[in-house]
């Protein structure tokens, strides 16, 4: 076994949220660690910890010219992956969207109701068991039908990226494009 000490070249913007914000406490802090050499990006903050490594391409694109141009919705999908809570009402409007008339409108409207004097499912798998228990064959690939979303918490860490985080990099590689033309 080999440890060894590894020099790193890291910067680190932090977020902290002040007391007169409108949505105080939502996040009330965020580091964001930017490994330039590895091209990883470590997010810890009090809505979770994240992290994620991009291949490096400094021939190409600095890392911070990197993410200085990601959208929020391509770096949800990297630190968080394929979003995971269960989304009841959108599960429910997916399969209106797929009704052809009134009789299939109809169907879904009894077993929805019939759901719902139960409980309303907080998971795919037991939404999928009851809406087939009041199914009878009608709807078929109920599977298909659930659909997930992103946590408040990962959506609120790439908010305080996006609106907060990504402007001050973009000043950030700016600067150094004006020091480049300077040399």
């Given at each position: 076994?080999?440890?060894?000490e590894?020099?790193?070249?890291?910067?680190?913007?932090e977020?902290?949220?002040?007391?007169?914000?409108?949505?105080?406490?939502?996040?009330?802090?965020?580091r964001?660690?930017?490994?330039?050499?590895?091209?990883e990006?470590?997010?810890?903050?009090?809505?979770?910890?994240?992290?994620?490594?991009?291949?490096?391409?400094?021939?190409?694109e600095?890392?911070?010219?990197?993410?200085?141009r990601?959208?929020?919705?391509?770096?949800?999908?990297?630190?968080?992956?394929?979003?995971?809570?269960?989304?009841?009402?959108a599960?429910?409007?997916?399969?209106?969207?797929?009704?052809?008339?009134k009789?299939?409108?109809?169907h879904?409207?009894e077993?929805?109701?019939?759901?719902?004097?139960?409980?309303?499912?907080?998971?795919?798998?037991?939404?999928i068991?009851?809406?087939?228990?009041?199914?009878?064959g009608?709807?078929?690939?109920?599977?298909?039908?659930?659909?997930?979303?992103?946590?408040a918490?990962?959506?609120?860490?790439?908010?305080?990226f996006?609106?907060h985080?990504?402007?001050?990099i973009?000043?950030?590689?700016?600067?150094?494009?004006?020091?480049?033309?300077?040399k």
């Amino acid at each position: 076994m080999t440890v060894k000490e590894i020099p790193v070249n890291i910067r680190c913007l932090e977020y902290r949220q002040d007391k007169d914000d409108t949505d105080y406490g939502s996040c009330l802090y965020a580091r964001f660690y930017f490994n330039l050499d590895k091209y990883e990006l470590n997010i810890i903050s009090d809505v979770g910890n994240y992290a994620y490594q991009w291949v490096a391409t400094p021939k190409h694109e600095s890392f911070l010219k990197l993410m200085a141009r990601i959208t929020d919705g391509y770096l949800l999908g990297k630190l968080c992956g394929s979003p995971e809570e269960f989304d009841y009402e959108a599960t429910k409007a997916h399969f209106y969207d797929y009704a052809d008339d009134k009789d299939d409108i109809k169907h879904l409207d009894e077993i929805f109701e019939e759901i719902e004097c139960k409980y309303i499912p907080d998971n795919g798998e037991t939404f999928i068991e009851l809406f087939e228990q009041e199914n009878d064959g009608w709807w078929c690939d109920v599977w298909e039908y659930p659909i997930y979303k992103y946590t408040a918490w990962q959506e609120k860490i790439v908010s305080v990226f996006k609106e907060h985080i990504q402007p001050v990099i973009i000043k950030m590689v700016m600067a150094e494009s004006e020091e480049q033309k300077c040399k």
